[in-house]
Nanobody, 124 residues
């Protein structure tokens, strides 16, 4: 089984900063992708920033230049540094991890696992 946990959300004033952390644990053989998504009530979950373990990084246009995703591959962790926060950044932020585990038959099995989410609230 794979467990994904986010931390670091909270309340901040507009223009402030927050740093989110995400850790993946369990019977993981390797991780190919980790990313941050956000979702407001009634809306679809959308990509904020993602990083492929081979190096490619992607950002939503709305956060380019303000948010920075980084990773510690050795610890199966990613971070999201969020600067110049705006009230419209208020959402629940979710971490998604994609990779492979070893199944009971001894083979490799792909997984996609989400964390439970971390609330980020930006006041005006």
């Amino acid at each position: 089984q794979v467990h994904v946990m986010e931390s670091g959300g909270g309340l901040v004033q507009a223009g402030g900063s927050l740093r989110l952390s995400c850790a993946a644990s369990g019977n993981i053989v390797n991780i190919v992708y980790m990313g941050w998504y956000r979702q407001a009530p009634g809306n679809q979950r959308e990509l904020v920033a993602g990083t492929f373990m081979r190096g490619h990084i992607e950002y939503a246009d709305s956060v380019k230049g303000r948010f920075t995703i980084s990773r510690d591959a050795g610890k199966n962790m990613i971070y999201l540094q969020m600067d110049s926060l705006k009230p419209e950044d208020t959402d629940v932020y979710y971490c998604k991890t994609t990779g492979y585990i070893r199944n009971t038959a001894g083979g490799m099995e792909r997984f996609d696992q989400w964390g439970q989410g971390s609330q980020v609230t930006v006041s005006s």
